[in-house]
């Protein structure tokens, strides 16, 4: 097994990206699960602006990295994204500290995370083209284990923020975050090699390609709708999940935490082990398992009564999430090789815009009937995810466009 990861992970700036990975990863972590509180409980938002708030940043993010994605395809100048984007999450954290005015932190935050949000579809474009340099064959591997640490973070990093939330309070869990962001800068600032000195050792298109080109495709639409539809459930059960188990089941808050860290420890082995076998099994196959076990879970989790069945639940999910973060991401980027930071974006873009359906309807739903019945849609979105995945099959994703 050692000799297999030295084998297929041996190019040039992987521990490097290794590294940024889990800083961003832990850094993200361990202020994520409790920005909301901070912006209900400091900033004194109300629901409807909360709401507003966190949708205005996605969209944010949306569109700067399209558009990043795309000048990033057509220049090669990845090494300047991550800088511009990373620096601009540091100072987009560092803004909730300065900041209380709603309308103001909701226009810096917006603009500074919107640039942010490249940061990682730009590592991972990064890593693709590094792999793709050296064994062209070893980069869906490389992406999957990449994501493996980013996993990896999330089983630190909230247990690591609760703890330093009791300690230093919501400074210091912004503090940190907007350190690790800057680490990073400084890492791909004197460490990564410019990808645009390379531009000559992989084929660019000689016309950028747009996002709206590339879902002229059908195989592309039709992925590009089943991964809304999944990251809606997944952003659905996010939000949901604790205040299914504490309120509709009766469990400890402290339960919370356990299904969230079980579920992240999980990933870690199946996301290494997927990219292992990945070139062994097609991948749309192995995009549909993962449906299939999402609409297990979701419909689990719907009748669910004890802890103990949550936790048993977490087995299906893990499989579900490690299929749809590890062969996603590559499964994108293979319907444009030679254009990664367009569909890595396009990837992004996907769970963003299922966040935002995710927090909007998974509210009206909550609201209007009960929390179970949120998971009872979260099955639907994951069955209707399975079926775009199988009638999505016109065209190899290895073909590009004309």
């Not at 987009?92 to 810096?108: P, S």
Request: with cysteine; net charge positive.
């Amino acid at each position: 097994m050692r000799t297999l990861l030295s084998s297929k992970l041996k190019f040039p700036g992987f521990i490097l990206l290794t590294i940024t990975i889990i800083l961003l990863g832990i850094g993200i972590s361990i202020t994520r699960p409790f920005l909301s509180l901070y912006l209900t409980n400091v900033i004194h938002m109300s629901p409807f602006q909360l709401g507003l708030f966190m949708c205005l940043n996605a969209l944010g993010g949306i569109i700067a990295s399209t558009w990043l994605g795309k000048y990033s395809d057509a220049t090669g100048a990845r090494k300047g994204i991550m800088l511009l984007s990373s620096f601009a999450s540091v100072l987009g954290y560092l803004a909730f500290l300065l900041l209380h005015q709603y309308v103001l932190l909701l226009i810096v935050t917006t603009l500074l995370l919107g640039l942010g949000s490249s940061t990682f579809p730009q590592i991972f474009a990064y890593a693709r083209e590094s792999a793709i340099r050296t064994r062209q064959q070893d980069a869906t591997f490389a992406v999957s284990t990449l994501r493996s640490f980013f996993s990896l973070a999330w089983v630190i990093g909230p247990l690591a923020g609760a703890t330093l939330l009791g300690i230093s309070g919501f400074h210091g869990l912004f503090l940190i975050t907007a350190s690790l962001f800057l680490i990073a800068f400084f890492i791909v600032l004197w460490r990564l090699q410019n990808t645009k000195q390379q531009a000559t050792s992989l084929q660019r298109p000689k016309d950028p390609i747009s996002l709206w080109q590339t879902l002229k495709r059908w195989d592309v639409l039709a992925a590009s709708i089943a991964f809304i539809f999944a990251n809606s459930a997944l952003s659905m059960n996010g939000l949901y999940m604790p205040l299914l188990v504490t309120k509709a089941i009766g469990a400890p808050q402290s339960t919370v935490g356990i299904v969230a860290s079980l579920s992240a420890f999980l990933e870690i082995p199946i996301i290494i082990l997927l990219g292992a076998i990945v070139g062994r099994f097609k991948k749309r196959s192995m995009l549909l398992i993962g449906c299939l076990s999402a609409t297990i879970y979701y419909f689990g989790m719907a009748f669910s009564h004890s802890a103990l069945e949550v936790l048993l639940l977490q087995i299906v999910c893990a499989i579900n999430v490690s299929v749809l973060v590890s062969i996603g991401m590559s499964y994108f980027q293979d319907f444009l090789p030679h254009a990664p930071g367009t569909t890595t974006t396009l990837y992004s873009n996907t769970s963003n815009l299922g966040s935002l359906i995710g927090s909007i309807g998974g509210g009206l739903v909550a609201q209007l009937i009960d929390f179970r019945f949120v998971f009872v849609l979260c099955g639907i979105l994951a069955l209707s995810a399975l079926f775009f995945l199988y009638i999505g099959k016109s065209k190899k994703p290895e073909q590009t466009l004309p």
